[in-house]
C-alpha cells in the first residue's frame, strides 16, 4: 500500500538547508588542497521540489545542480544530479532535519554520503564514500557547508 506522506511532507525537514551555504571541500586526488565554492537550497514549484546549486573555484570540481522531489510512483525522495561535465545520475536522499544521506548503487561505481547538521544548524559536515569497481567503500569527498555566505550560481 502506498504511503500517504506526499512529497511535501517528505521534504519539511529540508526546510533547514534553504540558503546560501559556503563551502569547503577536500577530495584524495588532490592532496592538501581544500576547494572553495557556495551551495544554494532553494524551493521551487509550491515546495514539491528542491532545487541545490553547487559550484565551486577548482577545475576539477564540477558545477552541479541537484532536483530533489518524489518520482511518480515512488515512496522515497531522490535527486536528479546534473554537473558541469555532462554527468547525469540519480540518488536516493532522505533528511530527518539532522542527518542528510545520499547514495546510489550503480555497479561499478556505487556512492554514498552521510552529513549532520549542527544543532545551531549553521554548519553541516558530511563525507562522500565511494565503491569503485566493488572493492569495497573508501573516504572519497568530504565537505563542509558553512550558512549564511551568499552563493553566486
Known amino acids: 500500500m502506498m504511503s500517504e506522506m506526499g512529497p511535501r511532507e517528505r521534504l519539511k525537514p529540508f526546510a533547514a538547508l534553504i540558503g546560501d551555504w559556503s563551502t569547503e571541500a577536500t577530495h584524495p586526488a588532490l592532496p592538501d588542497t581544500v576547494v572553495p565554492g557556495r551551495v544554494r537550497f532553494e524551493w521551487v514549484a509550491g515546495e514539491h521540489f528542491l532545487i541545490q546549486r553547487a559550484a565551486h573555484d577548482h577545475p576539477q570540481f564540477p558545477d552541479s545542480v541537484g532536483v530533489i522531489g518524489m518520482m511518480e510512483g515512488d515512496e522515497d525522495l531522490s535527486m536528479q544530479y546534473f554537473d558541469s561535465r555532462g554527468v547525469h545520475r540519480l540518488y536516493r536522499i532522505a533528511f530527518d532535519g539532522t ?3 545520499m547514495w546510489r548503487d550503480a555497479p561499478g561505481f556505487a556512492q554514498r554520503l552521510t552529513a549532520k547538521l549542527s544543532a545551531d544548524g549553521s554548519t553541516l559536515e558530511g563525507v562522500w564514500e565511494l565503491n569503485q569497481d ?13 550558512r549564511g555566505h551568499e552563493a553566486h550560481n
Open 134 to 146: 566493488d572493492q569495497g567503500f573508501r573516504d572519497d569527498l568530504a565537505i563542509t557547508y558553512r
Open 99 to 101: 542527518e542528510l544521506r
